[in-house]
């Protein structure tokens, strides 16, 4: 039985010292943004931590941890914002925070907020390292870290504390763990609506494992058959001489047809697929890790697969009593706030209006570019062969933000969680010398910083 069979986890200590190089330099990319927003602020009179921890969704999320759900703005166009919106556990930990320490529930949020952008760099490595290597997942945490909206990782948002869980929950997937998994899952469907992602990740790759094993077990009666109708044939053939059953040609065809056969590790398929040599693992390229075929094994996927949706099923049809519309009643919420899924055709309105005058014509053209970038990484990340888990979160994660009816000033925002399209540009990074990475690191990691600070200080919500 090889790691392939049962991943091995390792020992916490021993992954977090593996892990130390990212944390660190994520650590570090976050405190220079958190000082550039300081110095931005107070030059403009305003003060960072209550851009941080008090304004726009920041507000929201501590109402419903202080008075609880039943809050709604009525607006004179007759829209209705509910806070039934705002999905519960982060408010719900913020109210823990605040019941044993003396903050607030807005300081809650915020050190929610840092704890889990923390957790979320590490399950990021996590996740990179299993299926590249190490020195790709401390490119990918530095590249998630310097994302232009990368600010709002320490804001009182559930963008950090959302990917946290579904980073984690991936490499559950990846590693075999699967009640973890599904725990986590139905966590992060408990954050944010988008935590259907996770779920449909973990089920995809949940059902890929089923369908292997019959695949395996068919295969396996397969072989049972030939191998006892040679015996069969054999026996009425009789027995043969000794310089018979020692014929080299019989052994060069043996040797002729294991050569040939895909290595254990996967290296043949990665080089055919553009992996780097990093990438070490079969599940690079079969999508799910491979599990013994026990009934153990089984009943474990099926529970993780069965919990995964009952954080994000159990709130929605929560919502759905409270106010009296049924199992759709969370999307007449949403549609309060003039948000739902219409594949993309507002946005695609919202960009074209752009061109309309030439100032606005250069952010028209800027919002092209970047959509084209995030659709040419999801596609390089197929063509990667990317693990099954983590092209179905990514693939879910993209469509709900770009295919959003509303909000568009938000979609970089809500693009923060599909940290799997960075690994292509991850193993880019990876391939360059230490001093010549570290240099873009630290420049694009400035940028990050000054956008930042302009973007929280401006008049929209991010």
């Not at 590693?175 to 259907?196: D, F, M, N, Q, S």
């Amino acid at each position: 039985m090889n790691d392939l069979d049962a991943p091995a986890v390792p020992a916490r200590s021993g992954a977090l010292r593996r892990a130390a190089p990212a944390l660190l330099g994520y650590a570090a990319v976050r405190a220079l943004g958190l000082v550039a927003l300081a110095l931005w602020s107070g030059a403009r009179g305003k003060d960072a931590y209550t851009l941080l921890t008090a304004r726009w969704d920041s507000l929201w999320y501590t109402r419903v941890a202080e008075l609880g759900y039943g809050y709604e703005v009525r607006l004179p166009n007759g829209d209705v914002h509910s806070n039934l919106a705002f999905f519960p556990l982060l408010p719900w930990l913020e109210r823990l925070v605040a019941a044993v320490s003396p903050l607030s529930y807005a300081d809650g949020g915020f050190v929610v907020s840092v704890l889990a952008s923390l957790a979320a760099a590490w399950g990021i490595f996590a996740v990179a390292d299993h299926v590249y290597g190490r020195r790709a997942g401390v490119c990918a945490v530095l590249l998630w870290a310097v994302l232009p909206v990368g600010i709002v990782q320490s804001m009182a948002y559930s963008e950090s504390l959302f990917t946290a869980l579904a980073a984690w929950s991936l490499h559950a997937v990846l590693t075999g763990r699967w009640v973890t998994a599904g725990v986590l899952a139905g966590l992060a469907g408990l954050t944010r609506p988008v935590g259907l992602a996770v779920v449909a990740a973990v089920w995809a790759a949940g059902i890929t494992s089923f369908l292997r094993e019959r695949t395996s077990a068919r295969e396996h009666a397969s072989t049972r058959g030939d191998a006892s109708a040679q015996e069969h044939t054999s026996a009425r053939e009789g027995s043969s001489s000794a310089q018979d059953r020692s014929s080299p040609a019989r052994y060069r065809t043996s040797f002729a047809r294991d050569r040939s056969a895909v290595p254990e590790d996967g290296a043949r398929a990665g080089k055919r697929a553009g992996v780097p040599v990093i990438a070490r693992r079969t599940q690079a390229t079969e999508g799910a890790p491979r599990t013994t075929d026990t009934s153990g094994a089984r009943l474990r996927r099926v529970l993780g697969m069965l919990l995964a949706p009952l954080g994000a099923a159990g709130y929605v049809l929560w919502v759905g009593h409270r106010t009296g519309d049924g199992p759709l009643g969370y999307l007449d919420v949403q549609a309060g706030w003039r948000n739902g899924f219409d594949g993309g055709y507002a946005f695609a309105r919202f960009v074209a209006d752009k061109f309309t005058s030439f100032p606005s014509a250069l952010a028209g053209l800027g919002l092209v570019v970047g959509v084209g970038l995030v659709v040419r990484l999801y596609v390089v990340c197929v063509r990667q062969r990317q693990p099954l888990p983590l092209l179905v979160y990514a693939g879910i994660v993209t469509a709900l933000a770009l295919c959003a009816s509303s909000y568009f000033g938000s979609k970089p925002r809500l693009l923060l969680p599909a940290f799997p399209l960075l690994l292509p540009l991850a193993l880019a990074l990876a391939r360059l010398r230490t001093p010549r990475s570290a240099l873009v690191v630290g420049v694009v990691a400035a940028a990050s910083a000054a956008y930042g600070a302009f973007w929280l200080n401006g008049s929209g919500p991010p």
